[in-house]
């Protein structure tokens, strides 16, 4: 298996593993994101916890998605690649100020200081809405961009087949558009509008992930690699 094929394997695997991880952890958060009452109380709250560690896979997953694809579509359009790489990081580091602020509602139902419920429920509702928030940005906003990003390489550089690069150039917009609807009040982030709106995108990663998995990236003429200048003894 050469480096290219091997690269493309592991993107793929690396775009499976973000949306089983995200799906998991957001349902595994159930508890704590539509309870407010639930740094109140007390027992296990394992299910939280595995909720942030199948965020933490997320987060890596997301950033490797960026950092192995960039030296094969770099070649195509450096900025762009660059912008992607660089996109993706941004999506990690709000993913994980999300994950930060559900762990410090688990923080304070073990350990509440003497504060009374009032001010508990008030923090703990403020960290839920922090977590919130941070779900529009990355998952909404950021990811539209990135989309949009890899798409127009892909599309460009054909690597892969072009509906699969047109099914991300349609559902980054989209999503990015529903996102900063749901920004302005429009409608609600969990609603069925906003749902059907992420299905593009989702659908672009999936297809995405099974080409590259099954078949790699497509064989086309690169660009040849510059080669840095000698340096000549003064």
């Not at 952890?25 to 007390?42: E, H, I, N, S």
């Not at 304070?108 to 429920?121: E, K, Q």
């Not at 087949?161 to 409608?187: D, E, K, Q, W």
């Amino acid at each position: 298996m050469d480096s290219t094929r091997r690269t493309a394997l592991v993107t793929g695997v690396f775009f499976i593993v973000a949306a089983v991880a995200a799906v998991i952890g957001l349902a595994l958060y159930d508890p704590v994101l539509d309870d407010p009452a639930f740094v109140l109380g007390t027992g296990s709250d394992t299910q939280v916890l595995l909720g942030a560690f199948f965020e933490v896979l997320l987060v890596g997953a997301v950033i490797g998605t960026g950092v192995t694809v960039y030296p094969v579509v770099k070649r195509h359009g450096a900025g762009l690649a660059l912008g992607y790489a660089a996109g993706r990081g941004l999506e990690a580091a709000v993913i994980s100020v999300g994950i930060v602020s559900l762990l410090a509602v688990v923080t304070l139902r073990r350990h509440p200081g003497g504060a009374d419920d009032d001010t508990l429920v008030t923090v703990a509702r403020s960290l839920v809405a922090v977590h919130d928030a941070t779900f529009l940005l990355g998952p909404g906003l950021v990811i539209g961009v990135n989309t949009l990003l890899l798409a127009t390489l892909m599309y460009r550089s054909r690597l892969v087949p072009r509906p699969i690069a047109v099914l991300g150039l349609v559902g980054g917009p989209l999503v990015f558009l529903s996102s900063t609807v749901v920004l302005f009040g429009g409608y609600d982030q969990l609603s069925s509008i906003a749902g059907l709106a992420a299905v593009p995108v989702a659908g672009w990663e999936m297809a995405l992930a099974v080409h590259l998995i099954a078949k790699g990236f497509r064989p086309v003429d690169l660009p040849p690699v510059e080669s840095p200048p000698a340096l000549v003894p003064a």
